[in-house]
């Protein structure tokens, strides 16, 4: 199974597709970061994950894709901003028509390591070990997206 995490944000969006096969090994097909300019305006910021993301589904046409959900920043602008992406990026999967799954950061750590208050570093670690990958991706928000992709595998 073909699926597609992905780690919304304004500035980065993270993305991984990888495959699994039936025993839940993971092969990563592809992943990287969808950055966009901060001088830019929202709407021209949107639009670049809205453009960026439409060409990753249509390149490797994931069966289902893992986002993660925005639980709770400090401040609210950043909320907002970080919640329009994701609108973008569920726009986008709607589009494909690719069933999504949501996930809070607890779900994703518990199921990439088995405890949910694992720190960043952890899930990192295992992701590498898991995708058998040579270095942690980087920016995070690839870890992330790869971590999300791995917690899908675990419902689909």
């Known amino acids: 199974m073909r699926i597609l995490g992905i780690d919304p944000g304004l500035a980065i969006v993270g993305w991984a597709v990888i495959?699994?096969?039936?025993?839940?090994?993971p092969t990563p097909v592809d992943y990287?970061?969808?950055?966009?300019?901060k001088g830019l305006?929202?709407?021209?910021?949107?639009?670049?994950?809205?453009?960026?993301?439409?060409?990753?589904?249509?390149e490797f046409k994931p069966e289902v894709c893992g986002v993660e959900t925005l639980l709770f920043y400090n401040n609210a602008k950043s909320a907002i901003v970080v919640g329009e992406a994701r609108g973008v990026v569920l726009l986008a999967l709607e589009e494909f028509g690719i069933p999504m799954y949501d996930f809070t950061p607890l779900q994703v750590k518990d199921a990439v390591t088995g405890y949910g208050r694992a720190d960043k570093r952890q899930v990192q670690e295992n992701v590498k070990r898991f995708c058998k990958l040579e270095s942690i991706p980087k920016p995070d928000d690839v870890a992330d997206a790869m971590a999300v992709a791995i917690a899908t595998s675990r419902l689909v």
């Open 41 to 58: 305006s929202v709407s021209a910021r949107l639009k670049i994950i809205y453009d960026d993301l439409h060409s990753i589904l249509k």
């Open 19 to 25: 495959d699994f096969d039936r025993d839940l090994n």
């Open 32 to 37: 990287g970061a969808i950055v966009t300019d």
